[in-house]
């Protein structure tokens, strides 16, 4: 579902967007290091064309084009707020050693994505409307201003992302704990864990012919619907193995 007003604004063209980044799961306000659009302009948008979106139910949209800005160089303004903060133990609060870019939006999605994969990604800021040829605002339709990884399956993109922790040790997000596989590059068609393969092979030739019967949008929403519904029976699993420990 998306998130109201109050948990993810785009309001005023984007003024009101902002971005926090945090090492691992840090409370404290002084490690957190909040980003906003003017950030992302004084970084500089840059065009990124012919942009492919793979999603892993098996559609993709080809010739894509984006405003945005590179992660590596967000990364870097991040690193250069947060160098000086320090923990409660004194510790510089940057770790040069984090492994995984882990974004999580208010309505409870969660995603993880190998530091490997952020050297080509962007935050998209915008979209060009393919019968104006106008830039526009990423919009909530679309997800709003949002990560893009070129060479990822596009459930590693959260929509509506509000926090960005970096972690140093690996995360399971929403879709992970459900079966996806935990990199989900294209190019080795990592869709789905190998334990997992079986079930989800089986669920995807099903929706393949959802869409094929009904078209996309009755497609879509049983492939969205069955997932959250999975979800929150593997959450109610994992609940009850974990009270069961504590017996």
């Known amino acids: 579902k998306r998130p109201n007003q109050k948990e993810y604004s785009l309001c005023s063209e984007g003024k009101n967007w902002s971005l926090k ?5 840090s409370s404290n306000e002084k490690e957190i290091v909040v980003v906003d659009l003017n950030d992302l302009e004084q970084i500089g948008l840059k065009m990124y064309e012919n942009v492919h ?5 098996g559609w993709t949209y ?10 590596p ?18 510790k510089t609060v940057w770790r040069d050693d984090w492994k995984y870019l882990y974004q999580t939006s208010p309505e409870g999605y969660s ?4 530091r490997e994969d952020v050297e080509n990604a962007f935050l998209c800021v915008s979209l060009r409307n393919s019968k104006t040829g106008k830039f526009e605002l990423m919009d ?10 070129p060479t990822l399956f596009g459930w590693k993109s959260c929509k509506w992302v509000s926090t960005v922790r970096l972690l140093t040790e690996y995360r399971k997000g929403f879709w992970e704990r459900i079966g996806c596989h935990a990199r989900g590059r294209v190019e080795f068609d990592e869709r789905w864990a190998p334990q997992a393969s079986k079930v989800w092979n089986v669920l995807y030739g099903s ?41």
Request: charged fraction near 20%.
């Open 53 to 57: 979106w793979n999603c892993v139910t």
């Open 21 to 25: 980044f945090m090492i691992n799961d």
């Open 111 to 114: 995603v993880p994505v190998f």
């Open 140 to 149: 909530l339709e679309h997800g709003g201003i949002r990560f893009v990884f």
């Open 73 to 90: 160089s967000l990364l870097e303004l991040v690193k250069s707020r947060m160098k000086n903060a320090t923990d409660a133990d004194e």
């Open 62 to 71: 080809v010739g894509l084009t984006f405003q945005g800005v590179p992660v």
């Open 207 to 247: 929706n393949a012919m959802f869409l094929k019967v009904f078209g996309d949008k009755v497609g879509f929403f049983v492939m969205q619907k069955s997932g959250y519904y999975l979800g929150v029976c593997v959450d109610s699993i994992q609940y009850l193995l974990n009270f069961k420990k504590q017996e």
